[in-house]
């Protein structure tokens, strides 16, 4: 059985941009919740403001860790930090659980590209 053509264009090379965009929109909506951490939460200088900070640098930190396969896991890691942190911010679990139904879907959409690419459906192999 011969296996399909490869593609002209890599889709999981834009597909990591995609990843890439929602991890930087991901660090803005968390960045926003700094105002409620200084308002609500005891100051930006509490445990619950540095644990917002940290999971921003992290945010845009993974992006450039998104062309190494372990990375989803980096990006799992981080939403299950999130959620945790319900404990500490209900903003920051809501927006950890908003945002881990975002990566499911995003990343039900990657396999079925790969399985697409495997078989060869994509509109970029056929001839």
Same mark, same amino acid.
């Given at each position: 059985?011969?296996? @399909?053509? #490869?593609?002209?264009? *890599?889709?999981?090379?834009?597909?990591?941009?995609?990843? #890439?965009?929602?991890?930087?929109?991901?660090?803005?909506? /968390?960045?926003?919740?700094?105002?409620? /951490?200084?308002?609500?939460?005891?100051?930006?200088?509490?445990?619950?403001? !540095?644990?917002?900070?940290?999971?921003?640098? #992290?945010?845009?930190?993974?992006?450039?860790?998104?062309?190494?396969?372990?990375?989803?896991? /980096?990006?799992?890691?981080?939403?299950?930090?999130?959620? @945790?942190?319900?404990?500490?911010?209900?903003?920051?679990?809501?927006? &950890?659980?908003?945002?881990?139904?975002?990566?499911? !879907?995003?990343?039900?959409?990657?396999? *079925?590209?790969?399985?697409?690419?495997?078989? &060869?459906?994509?509109?970029?192999?056929?001839?």
């Amino acid at each position: 059985m011969s296996t @399909a053509p #490869a593609p002209r264009k *890599d889709p999981m090379k834009s597909f990591r941009g995609i990843m #890439a965009g929602t991890l930087i929109l991901e660090a803005i909506v /968390v960045a926003l919740a700094l105002p409620v /951490v200084a308002n609500l939460g005891g100051g930006v200088g509490t445990g619950t403001g !540095y644990l917002v900070l940290a999971l921003i640098v #992290a945010l845009l930190g993974t992006c450039a860790l998104l062309r190494f396969p372990w990375s989803v896991w /980096v990006v799992v890691a981080l939403h299950v930090a999130m959620i @945790a942190g319900w404990f500490a911010m209900t903003a920051l679990g809501v927006i &950890g659980v908003v945002f881990s139904l975002v990566w499911t !879907y995003l990343l039900w959409l990657r396999r *079925d590209v790969a399985k697409r690419m495997a078989e &060869g459906r994509l509109p970029s192999q056929q001839q």
